[in-house]
């Protein structure tokens, strides 16, 4: 029951923390909408330019709500922790969770769930203003089904995220400066996450390739569950597979960190 009351002491100190950084917040939410808007201009002239009603398998109304939910998601999911993890290492950080009743992994579970608490609530409020006042809004899916599925894929998709930032920060144990690193990552995960725009614009090839990878049910998938691309029977092998790759990169980010505090020497701390 400690540990637990720690943990909920944790997730409410991230939900504070995104309190006390409101401008970061509204930030945040500006930086998730500009791209989306400028894609929106975007795809409307090159739907005007081609005349055709669908283009990579998109509607231009599917395609627009596929724009605006994938910026809203990919701000949800990704931690952008890496680096705040990456100077526990360097700098001994790490040493009061070796002596504390609370795990680093727990800690920093709890901070990231606590922190996008907020980000949650006013998203919810901004998507429900922008795609249901627009043209857009016609083509997301609306049965309970695939309703209670995107909202269940979603947290799998940050669990997913955390677990595969987590096992990257660990990268510290044995690099001295990665910052640059993290930065090529987080936009090459953006990128075939599906975050700045369908993977059908790689080419089906590609799309298929990346749909046994991880990347694949962070961004893209949750998106076209609502927005209805993602066929009905292949919703719960859908999550099966968040699932999957819940439990992999669980045990890749064990690993990786047991073989990275062999390396730790805890100086500054």
């Known amino acids: ?23 970061n917040f509204f930030l945040s939410l500006i930086s998730a909408f500009v791209p989306a808007v400028v894609q929106y201009y975007i795809w409307s002239t090159v739907y005007k330019s081609y005349n055709d009603t ?7 109304e599917q395609m627009i709500a596929y724009t605006i939910l994938a910026a809203v998601v990919s701000k949800l999911v990704m931690t952008n922790m ?39 609530i006013g998203f919810i409020v901004i998507i429900t203003l922008i795609l249901f006042v627009s043209p857009a809004s016609r083509q997301l899916e609306h049965e309970p089904e695939r309703i209670v599925i995107f909202i269940l894929s979603i947290v799998m998709a940050m669990i997913i995220s955390f677990l595969l930032s987590f ?11 990665i910052s640059y690193f993290f930065v090529v990552t987080s936009l090459v995960i953006n990128v075939v ?3 700045m725009f369908p993977l059908e614009l790689f080419g089906e090839g590609f ?12 961004i893209y998938w949750p998106v076209n569950v609502w927005t209805g691309i993602i066929p009905s029977s292949e919703l719960w092998l859908g999550l099966l597979w968040q699932l999957g790759w819940s439990v ?7 690993m990786s960190w047991k073989l990275g505090f062999k390396r730790y020497l805890g100086l500054g701390g």
């Open 207 to 218: 799309r298929s390739a990346i749909s046994v990878l991880p990347f694949y049910y962070m």
């Open 248 to 254: 992999v990169l669980g045990g890749v980010a064990y």
């Open 54 to 60: 669908t283009l990579f398998g998109y509607s231009y």
């Open 1 to 23: 029951m400690k540990n637990a009351n720690k943990y909920a002491v944790t997730f409410r100190f991230g939900l504070q923390h995104a309190l006390e950084y409101r401008s």
């Open 167 to 177: 096992a990257v920060s660990a990268i510290a144990f044995w690099l001295a400066d």
């Open 82 to 120: 890496e680096h705040a993890v990456s100077n526990d290492i360097k700098t001994g950080g790490l040493n009061r969770y070796l002596i504390q009743p609370i795990s680093y992994f727990g800690f920093r579970l709890c901070h990231y769930f606590g922190q996008k608490l907020l980000y949650i």
């Open 193 to 195: 996450s599906g975050g």
